[in-house]
C-alpha cells in the first residue's frame, strides 16, 4: 500500500494551517460562498469537459494512487529467461501450459500469441496496439486532473472578481460609507483565489504526478513484455535475453540484478 500521496496532502494541510494561517487565525478562511464557488466551478468545467465514461473512473484512479506499485518488472524478467529456457527446450508449444499460471492479462495474452504461431510482426504490432489504448486511457485519467488543477485557480480568480465588484458596487450605493468595511471585504473577495490555488497544488496536481508514474510503471512493464515475448519467439539465448531485457532499467539496477542471476546460476552449476 503507497500512502505517500495521502500522506502529503495532509501534511501540506497541516503545515498551511498551523504555520502559514494558524490556529487562532482560521476562521478568516473559511468561507462557504467562496469554497462552493471554485469547487463547484471546477466540477462544473469537468463534468463539461468529460463524458461520463471517463468521470465513472474515479473511484478506481483514488485506488491507484494508494494500491502501491503492482508491475515487478524483475521479476518479469525472471520469467521471461524462465520461459525462454523452456521453449529453447522444448519449443514454442510448451509454453501453453506456463501461460494459464500467469495472472497479469497482458503478460498471459502475449504468451498465448506466441504459442498460437503468429506471424511475428503481427504479434508486434498487436502487442503495441493494445499497450498503446491503454496508455491513451491512461493519458485521459492523469489529464482529468491537470485539467482540474487549471480550472481551480481560475474559478478562485473569478470568485475575486466577483467580490471585488460587489464591494465596489456596495462603496458605491453607500455613498463611500462602505469604505470603513474595505479590508474585510476584500480579504473575503482573496479567499476564492487561495482556495483555487491551494485545490490545484495540494490535491490535483499531485494526484496527476501519481497517475502519471503509475502509468510510466505499466508502459515499462508492457514494453518489456513485447521485447521478452519478440525474443522467446525468435528463439534468442536466454541470458541474451536477461541483458537485453535490462537494458531499460537504471544501471544501478541492472548490475544488481545481473550479479543476482550469476549468483543463481553458480550455485545451480555447482550443485
Given at each position: 500500500m503507497d500512502i505517500t500521496t495521502l500522506l502529503g496532502m495532509v501534511l501540506g494541510m497541516v503545515l498551511v494551517v498551523l504555520v502559514g494561517i494558524g490556529p487562532a487565525k482560521l476562521g478568516n478562511f473559511w468561507d462557504v460562498p467562496s469554497l462552493a464557488m471554485v469547487l463547484g466551478g471546477t466540477v462544473a468545467a469537468i463534468l463539461a469537459s468529460y463524458p461520463f465514461r471517463i468521470l465513472g473512473d474515479i473511484p478506481k484512479h483514488l485506488m491507484v494512487l494508494t494500491r502501491g506499485k503492482k508491475y515487478n518488472v524483475p521479476k518479469l524478467v525472471d520469467q521471461m529467461v524462465d520461459l525462454a529456457m523452456l521453449a529453447r527446450q522444448s519449443g514454442l508449444l510448451a509454453l501453453e501450459e506456463k501461460a494459464e499460471e500467469i495472472k497479469?492479462?497482458?503478460?498471459?495474452?502475449?504468451?498465448?500469441?506466441?504459442?498460437?504461431?503468429?506471424?511475428?510482426?503481427?504479434?508486434?504490432?498487436?502487442?503495441?496496439?493494445?499497450?498503446?489504448?491503454?496508455?491513451?486511457?491512461?493519458?485521459?485519467?492523469?489529464?482529468?486532473?491537470?485539467?482540474a488543477s487549471s480550472y481551480a485557480p481560475a474559478f478562485g480568480m473569478v470568485g475575486t472578481l466577483v467580490g471585488l465588484i460587489n464591494m465596489l458596487k456596495g462603496m458605491n450605493l453607500d455613498g463611500g460609507g462602505g469604505a470603513s468595511?474595505?479590508?474585510?471585504?476584500?480579504?473575503?473577495?482573496?479567499?476564492?483565489?487561495?482556495?483555487?490555488?491551494?485545490?490545484?497544488?495540494?490535491?490535483?496536481?499531485?494526484?496527476?504526478?501519481?497517475?502519471?508514474?503509475?502509468?510510466?510503471?505499466?508502459?515499462?512493464?508492457?514494453?518489456?513484455?513485447?521485447?521478452?515475448?519478440?525474443?522467446?519467439?525468435?528463439?534468442?539465448?536466454?541470458?541474451?535475453?536477461?541483458?537485453?531485457?535490462?537494458?531499460?532499467?537504471?544501471?544501478?539496477q541492472q548490475k544488481k540484478l545481473l550479479l543476482k542471476a550469476e549468483k543463481s546460476q553458480g550455485g545451480g552449476e555447482e550443485g
Amino acid at each position: 500500500m503507497d500512502i505517500t500521496t495521502l500522506l502529503g496532502m495532509v501534511l501540506g494541510m497541516v503545515l498551511v494551517v498551523l504555520v502559514g494561517i494558524g490556529p487562532a487565525k482560521l476562521g478568516n478562511f473559511w468561507d462557504v460562498p467562496s469554497l462552493a464557488m471554485v469547487l463547484g466551478g471546477t466540477v462544473a468545467a469537468i463534468l463539461a469537459s468529460y463524458p461520463f465514461r471517463i468521470l465513472g473512473d474515479i473511484p478506481k484512479h483514488l485506488m491507484v494512487l494508494t494500491r502501491g506499485k503492482k508491475y515487478n518488472v524483475p521479476k518479469l524478467v525472471d520469467q521471461m529467461v524462465d520461459l525462454a529456457m523452456l521453449a529453447r527446450q522444448s519449443g514454442l508449444l510448451a509454453l501453453e501450459e506456463k501461460a494459464e499460471e500467469i495472472k497479469e492479462p497482458f503478460f498471459k495474452q502475449s504468451v498465448l500469441m506466441i504459442v498460437d504461431a503468429n506471424d511475428p510482426d503481427k504479434v508486434r504490432t498487436m502487442l503495441e496496439r493494445q499497450m498503446d489504448d491503454m496508455m491513451a486511457r491512461h493519458d485521459e485519467a492523469a489529464g482529468l486532473y491537470e485539467k482540474a488543477s487549471s480550472y481551480a485557480p481560475a474559478f478562485g480568480m473569478v470568485g475575486t472578481l466577483v467580490g471585488l465588484i460587489n464591494m465596489l458596487k456596495g462603496m458605491n450605493l453607500d455613498g463611500g460609507g462602505g469604505a470603513s468595511t474595505l479590508g474585510e471585504d476584500m480579504s473575503v473577495a482573496l479567499i476564492t483565489t487561495f482556495y483555487g490555488s491551494l485545490f490545484a497544488n495540494l490535491f490535483f496536481q499531485p494526484i496527476a504526478k501519481k497517475l502519471r508514474i503509475r502509468q510510466a510503471e505499466e508502459e515499462l512493464y508492457c514494453m518489456t513484455v513485447i521485447e521478452g515475448i519478440m525474443g522467446i519467439q525468435a528463439g534468442e539465448n536466454p541470458k541474451f535475453l536477461r541483458e537485453h531485457l535490462l537494458s531499460c532499467m537504471k544501471q544501478s539496477q541492472q548490475k544488481k540484478l545481473l550479479l543476482k542471476a550469476e549468483k543463481s546460476q553458480g550455485g545451480g552449476e555447482e550443485g
